[in-house]
């Protein structure tokens, strides 16, 4: 049974060798994003800088996470043509890049045939996954942990299939 999750920081903290991420959403409407991503729209500007404001936090708890060994990986399946949102994702993404992560995308078309979950997921060594619940419109919904190792199972299976046929970040040109 899903419990309401705990801070995120907390779960990438128990994570002791893989945290991966699995984003299947065309757009989201995060609440903390929403100033940048309007100023990206009018003015083709995106916040780049690692130690932002935005990104500080961030960039830093991926440094720590992957200096403890961890491996943090970053998948997004995307629609094409790609949405402002994942033009805007893609811009950014250089500084997941930078904090250490590794990030792929992969064509919604080339995911046909890769059983996916309903939900996008963090999931923490093939083990622990927090799933994460949006809105139709894309707004955060909240988040669940769950630690079923069917759902686990479902999820690492999904996330190395959609990474194996996937394109590095530095190699996906948006269209």
């Given at each position: ?16 060798h893989t945290a ?36 500080g936090p961030w ?55 890769i059983a996916l ?59």
């Amino acid at each position: 049974m899903p419990l309401s999750a705990p801070p995120f920081p907390d779960l990438i903290g128990t994570a002791q060798h893989t945290a991966v991420h699995l984003e299947m959403r065309d757009a989201y409407g995060v609440t903390n994003e929403a100033d940048d991503f309007a100023r990206w729209r009018e003015t083709g500007v995106r916040d780049v800088d690692p130690q932002s404001e935005a990104w500080g936090p961030w960039t830093d708890l991926i440094k720590a996470t992957i200096g403890r060994g961890v491996t943090v990986r970053r998948a997004r399946i995307v629609s094409e043509p790609v949405s402002d949102y994942i033009r805007y994702e893609h811009e950014g993404a250089v500084v997941n890049v930078a904090a250490g992560e590794q990030v792929r995308w992969l064509p919604r078309r080339r995911a046909s045939g890769i059983a996916l979950p309903g939900n996008d997921f963090w999931l923490f060594d093939g083990r622990l996954i927090r799933w994460n619940h949006f809105t139709g419109a894309g707004l955060f919904a909240g988040a669940e942990v769950s630690e079923d190792p069917a759902e686990a199972k479902l999820c690492a299976e999904a996330f190395e299939a959609v990474w194996d046929l996937a394109i590095p970040h530095d190699q996906y040109e948006i269209n």
